[in-house]
Nanobody, 127 residues
Framework: QVQLVESGGGLVQAGGSLRLSCAASGRTFSSYAMGWFRQAPGKERDMVAAISWSAGSTYYADSVKGRFTISRDNAKNTVYLQMNSLKPEDTAVYYC????????????????????WGQGTQVTVSS
């Protein structure tokens, strides 16, 4: 059974930084794309960043480009989201997710490919 466990959320002032981590277990981590999503109260869950299984390609939502960086460490079965220059509008519950199927050149950018989710971690940015 695949499990994803997020950590690193918290309260930070605008302009500050946080690094989220997501530890995976239960299958071959390096074969699957990983993504970070977020959901603010009353809003849909949106894809924030994603990384391909090979780590050769990444995706960022326009709202976080230049501020957030996704990376993965296959030796540690962990994916990270480094968040810099945080804004109050970044406040949300952040979820780590992985795809249903392995490999694939563009699977990592397909929202409906993500089928396994972590429990989420709260990020609150104060103004």
């Amino acid at each position: 059974q695949v499990q994803l466990v997020e950590s690193g959320g918290g309260l930070v002032q605008a302009g500050g930084s946080l690094r989220l981590s997501c530890a995976a277990s239960g299958r071959t981590f390096s074969s699957y794309a990983m993504g970070w999503f977020r959901q603010a109260p009353g809003k849909e869950r949106d894809m924030v960043a994603a990384i391909s299984w090979s780590a050769g390609s990444t995706y960022y939502a326009d709202s976080v480009k230049g501020r957030f960086t996704i990376s993965r460490d296959n030796a540690k079965n962990t994916v990270y989201l480094q968040m810099n220059s945080l804004k109050p509008e970044d406040t949300a519950v952040y979820y780590c997710a992985t795809t249903r199927n392995p490999y694939g050149s563009d699977r990592f950018v397909r929202r409906n490919e993500y089928a396994i989710w972590g429990q989420g971690t709260q990020v609150t940015v104060s103004s």
